[in-house]
């Protein structure tokens, strides 16, 4: 089936370590993105990806960092610079621009990062 | 700030049609109107979305106000399964992000 794989389902870190958050789709999407849920809240954007080797900040960027090496890959690092990483990361890819920007994005079953 | 209104919760018993219900009063010409859902601890499920017409699909049918300024998605039978947070979204094409309100809990009675 295709999809969105995120991983681990659960993750724990301890202060000043760095953490990196696996989304993985064989949807053959263009485009990427990372969203950051706290409780109660609604979705903010991270990071996003249209293309390749190629990615823009989004609304909360700061703390943040990921890669586009490969089209179905958008892994998503949390730096010990993010002061307040306990949240629900989700990511989610859509076909991406052009004929196809009107097509909605997918999202995975994303993963709940806490601090030990 | 997101660009719709909903209700935030409502209930429906088991079986029965769940209409809920979206205000989008500043929409503009070229924006979509999106739905999507969430179960506790699972990424949002994208349901159906459309621009002026009216669209179905196997989860919903979503009916859309001929001025555009409100929408309503409806489930025909509701399930115990279909309990979650329902988000209504506005967004251009182009946009790359999307914008999540409260959203709308809806409770399924048995």
């Known amino acids: 089936d295709g999809g969105i794989t995120q991983s681990p389902k659960y993750l724990f870190r301890k202060e000043g370590q760095n953490v990196t958050l696996s989304c993985e789709q064989n949807l053959n999407h263009d485009a990427m993105y990372w969203y950051r849920q706290d409780p109660g809240q609604g979705l903010r954007l991270i990071y996003y990806?249209?293309?390749?080797?190629?990615?823009q900040k989004g609304d909360i960027a700061e703390g943040y960092s990921v890669s586009r090496e490969k089209k179905e890959s958008f892994p998503l690092t949390v730096t010990s610079a993010q002061k307040n990483p306990t949240a629900f990361y989700l990511c989610?890819?859509?076909?991406?621009?052009?004929?196809?920007?009107?097509?909605?994005?997918?999202f995975g079953d994303g993963t709940r990062l806490s601090i030990l | 700030d997101a660009k719709t209104t909903q209700p935030p919760s409502m209930d429906c018993a088991e079986g029965r049609a769940a209409n809920l219900p979206c205000n989008h009063s500043?929409?503009?010409?070229?924006?979509?109107v999106y739905w999507y859902r969430q179960i506790h601890s699972q990424g949002p499920q994208y349901i159906i979305h459309g621009l002026k017409n009216n669209e179905t699909n196997e989860m919903a049918s979503l009916i859309i106000t001929e001025d555009r300024k409100s929408s309503t998605l409806i489930l025909p039978h509701a399930t115990l399964r279909d309990t979650a947070v329902y988000y209504c979204?506005?967004?251009?094409?182009?946009?790359?992000?999307?914008?999540f309100g409260k959203g709308t809990r809806l409770h399924i009675l048995p």
């Open positions: 979204i506005v967004r251009v094409a182009r946009d790359d992000k999307i914008i």
């Open positions: 990806s249209q293309i390749v080797n190629d990615f």
């Open positions: 500043t929409i503009s010409g070229n924006e979509y």
């Open positions: 989610a890819s859509s076909p991406g621009t052009g004929a196809y920007s009107n097509q909605p994005q997918h």
